[in-house]
Structures are given as structure tokens and as C-alpha cells.
């Protein structure tokens, strides 16, 4: 082979070499291939907290009468519901009709039996549940066996008028124009809140009630309230236009 034809020949082999040799290549790291999702979702910061606010463990409490346990609940995206628990099982559960961030109950406790029980109080955000707190209380044959009978809240007792009475067993609860939640907003009652029921819609799931010490009447709905007296004698009645 003549020397013209063999210089260009070793003019591609020497260009070859030096692109394949390593003082050649980049030395700046290819970053890897983000997927799709990948970042975490913010969680949040806490669990729901709740407290008793009454009675005090150690307590008494008569068999088969109520006992009203107070509690409050709080969350920063907003309580859904509280419930209280006896040897594993839900014996009250009081929901919240929106999430509420600041959230107070009470729960209405029937014992059935005479002696030590030991009730778990639970607050709901969604899914999320509170740490259990516990309430210890001594059940008693009659009030006759109370330490303190004075320290036992007696049932409320029928306003006159009225066919029975109802008690806000949430905070905020709003008192309606009508039976249902497509009626505007008259007040917001405070929990423990006596109302005098003067009327209730056909199915007895929304009350018509008027405020104590207030001309103030509207409508309540029933899950939300604890009734003294048989308040399906009261007379189905219709909202004002």
C-alpha cells in the first residue's frame, strides 16, 4: 500500500483513540431520573387531644340512671366525632356536624351494673384517633348509697309548657329557621344548652324548640341533643315561611 494511502488511514485511527480515552470523557454527573409522585405528602403534625372536663375519676354514678361525662376535644384540622369506651366496646358516640377544631361534647352514660368501671374517652379527626383517656367511676345500687349526694345532677326537669326538654349535647349547634340544614343559621347554642321542645317534624328527627330565658325559637335536630320526657307526644309542626 503507497504511503498517500496509508496517512489518512492512521490519521481516523488516532482521532478514534483520543475520543474513547478517559482524560477525554465529562466528569459531571448526570443527575438520576425523578418519578413521577415521588415526593412525600405533608402528614399531620399531631394527633387529636382530648380532655375530661367532668366529673372527676373517682366519681359515683347510680345504676341505670345517666351519667353526663363532659369532654373537649381539639384538632388543627377539626374534630369529626368523640366516643366513649367500656371493656373494649363503643357504648356513646357523639359526632361533630362539621369539622370542628375546637370541639366540646357530652356523652350520656347508662351503667348497668353496680361496682368499678373504667370508661376510655376517644376524639376523632377523620381517621385519626386521640390518645385514650380514662375515667374511673363507682357505680351504686341507689342514690341512697351516694358519699356526696349532693354532688349528683339530678335529670333536668319538663318546662313548663312544654312537652319535654332538650339539651345541646355539642358546642355550636345551630338553632335553625326550619327542620333541616338547608335552613338559615339563627344562633349558636352552647353546650348543655336547656331548650323546651314545642314541636318536632313527622319522623322526630329535628325538634322545634324555643331558648330559655329567650323569645328565640327555631329548630334543632335531635342528634345532636339529649331529650328528658317523651318529646314523640309533642305536635308536628311546620316552619314559618
Known amino acids: 500500500m503507497s504511503r498517500p494511502t496509508l496517512l489518512p488511514i492512521t490519521l481516523l485511527l488516532l482521532a478514534s483513540l483520543a475520543c474513547n480515552a478517559p482524560f477525554m470523557q465529562s466528569t459531571t454527573p448526570v443527575p438520576a431520573p425523578t418519578q413521577a409522585g415521588s415526593a412525600s405528602l405533608p402528614t399531620s403534625a399531631s394527633r387529636p387531644q382530648i380532655v375530661i372536663e367532668a366529673p372527676a375519676s373517682g366519681s359515683q354514678a347510680v345504676v341505670k340512671q345517666v351519667l353526663t361525662v363532659r ?13 366513649m369506651h367500656e371493656s373494649g366496646r363503643i357504648v356513646v358516640s ?3 356536624p362539621d369539622p370542628d377544631p375546637d370541639f366540646t361534647a357530652l356523652l350520656n352514660y347508662r351503667p348497668s351494673n353496680t361496682g368499678p368501671v373504667t370508661l376510655e374517652l376517644v376524639a376523632y379527626s377523620q381517621n385519626a384517633a386521640s390518645e385514650p383517656v380514662s375515667l374511673t367511676i363507682d ?3 341507689s342514690e341512697a348509697d351516694l358519699k356526696n349526694p349532693g354532688s349528683f345532677n339530678p335529670t333536668m326537669g319538663v318546662a313548663a309548657g312544654a312537652i319535654c326538654t332538650a339539651r345541646s349535647n355539642i358546642s355550636g349547634l345551630s338553632l335553625r329557621a326550619g327542620p333541616g340544614t338547608n335552613y338559615r343559621v339563627l344562633a349558636l347554642l352552647k353546650v348543655g344548652e336547656a331548650l323546651s321542645v314545642i314541636g318536632r317534624n313527622p319522623a322526630a328527627t329535628w325538634y322545634q324548640v324555643k331558648r330559655s330565658g329567650n323569645t328565640t325559637t327555631g329548630w334543632v335536630s335531635a342528634a345532636y341533643t339529649s331529650a328528658d320526657g317523651d318529646c314523640s307526644k309533642a305536635p308536628i309542626t311546620t316552619p314559618t315561611p
Open 94 to 96: 357523639q359526632p361533630s
Open 139 to 141: 357505680v351504686v345500687a
Open 71 to 83: 369532654v373537649h376535644a381539639t384538632d388543627s384540622v377539626g374534630i369529626t366525632r368523640v366516643e
